[in-house]
């Protein structure tokens, strides 16, 4: 059951986050139990996916990925109970036979479904809100041991908070979710002038179920891509050689160890990326291979507000030359009413900076952030951000309530590691 001794260490998927907990691989729910009954402070992971250092601790690491499948669905619903180790990548294969489907996610589908629900992962579409939010009811265990069912009968202020809580509760394990019947998409990919872009997508949101662009720093156009339901025959996506992803590796190589050649790389983008357009099932339509690691930094900003925060975003970063060739990415997304979500109460555009992991993500984002807090932006959970609980506050009109909720279930921070004591309690 226990899978690392506490001189080892432990990273996240990008290698910026480290620490040297013991970490407990579990089996079974009453060993889930008997783990957190005798250790005073516990930190639960899924794939490590999150930038940010919530999952961070050398003390006790919980890893749930024995806790996987599909537990109980219900077809006249769309609903089903699903344990919450279970990894995104994994979860449309198991609903495939129950014809099932995720209504949204995002390109990146390691995250197990515990971490993507507790950050607010999300994808993009301007009616369709965060994965949290498609989120009917949840079984917590708490500090205590305690296993809490929590929907919108019982248990009512914890499953409302419960749904974007950053493992500050409890650990979660199992989810009920709201899906539809299996579905496919059809995507679209093509270069296109960003002025045009700027000029239209505000009229394209409502045309298409999902889009999204990708701006880069040195060129004027922009990859923009668009999915929408369809009935046309699987068209599967077909390996290019070299791939997209082998491409961003080397070019962000190149602007690490050159970075002079950035410009000129980015001019090349009609060169890399040509038109692109395939049909298949939900679930191997949405994610996108992402072998070339990175950090990121996001921002969720008002949604009337979020071409102006690009633009302005575009302009420091070029003045300042900086040397990162991944592109600025833009979503929409829903609001919602979870308490700590990002977009509670806020249709939202998501933008988010990458940087080569390589490379020093601080002289980026220093750059961007005060420009996203200038308009409001609120940080995805699972990301990079600088922001502490004075800042935060005001940007959540439930933070207090949740605190006063937190506090109760967890009188003696068992789930706070040093990064979530600074995020939550942290007035400076």
């Not at 979710?177 to 995507?187: A, G, M, T």
């Not at 932006?377 to 605190?403: E, N, Q, V």
Request: aromatic letters at 10%.
């Amino acid at each position: 059951m226990k899978i690392q001794q506490a001189d080892e260490t432990w990273r996240n998927w990008s290698g910026s986050q480290h620490g040297c907990p013991e970490i407990f691989k579990p089996k079974k729910i009453y060993e889930l139990q008997n783990i957190v009954k005798s250790h005073a402070q516990i930190r639960a992971v899924g794939a490590g996916h999150s930038f940010s250092a919530l999952a961070k601790t050398d003390a006790v690491l919980i890893n749930l990925d024995h806790f996987q499948g599909v537990v109980a669905f219900d077809e006249n619903r769309t609903q089903c109970t699903v344990q919450a180790g279970t990894c995104l990548d994994d979860l449309g294969e198991y609903l495939a036979p129950i014809h099932q489907a995720l209504a949204n996610q995002g390109d990146i589908d390691q995250q197990s479904l515990a971490g993507a629900i507790s950050t607010g992962t999300h994808g993009t579409g301007i009616n369709l809100p965060c994965l949290s939010a498609f989120v009917e009811a949840f079984e917590l265990l708490t500090a205590d041991g305690e296993l809490l069912q929590c929907d919108r009968q019982q248990n009512t202020d914890i499953f409302q908070a419960g749904r974007v809580a950053l493992g500050s509760l409890g650990i979660l394990t199992k989810i009920t979710l709201q899906n539809r019947p299996r579905y496919k998409l059809k995507e679209q990919i093509r270069l296109c002038p960003i002025q045009e872009v700027f000029a239209n997508i505000d009229q394209w949101k409502h045309q298409h179920r999902h889009i999204e662009f990708w701006a880069f720093l040195h060129s004027d156009q922009v990859m923009l891509k668009t999915l929408n339901e369809t009935d046309e025959a699987i068209q599967p996506r077909q390996d290019a050689w070299p791939s997209e992803d082998a491409l961003l590796t080397l070019c962000s190589e190149l602007t690490r160890s050159l970075p002079a050649t950035n410009h000129y790389l980015q001019k090349l983008l009609s060169v890399f990326v040509k038109p692109t357009c395939y049909v298949d099932w939900s679930n191997q339509i949405f994610p996108t291979p992402r072998n070339t690691k990175f950090n990121e930094m996001e921002y969720q900003i008002p949604v009337e507000q979020g071409l102006q925060c690009l633009e302005e975003i575009l302009h420091r970063l070029r003045k300042h030359q900086v040397p990162m060739f991944f592109p600025i990415e833009f979503r929409y997304v829903k609001g919602d009413d979870i308490w700590l979500s990002p977009f509670y109460r806020r249709d939202s555009v998501s933008i988010s900076i990458h940087q080569f992991y390589k490379q020093d993500y601080h002289v980026v984002f220093d750059l961007v952030e005060p420009i996203l807090q200038k308009y409001q932006g609120r940080p995805h959970w699972g990301k990079l951000h600088s922001m502490s609980a004075a800042s935060l506050r005001d940007l959540y009109p439930k933070w207090d309530d949740f605190m006063a909720l937190r506090q109760q279930l967890d009188p003696n921070q068992k789930w706070l590691n040093p990064y979530l004591k600074q995020l939550f309690l942290s007035e400076n």
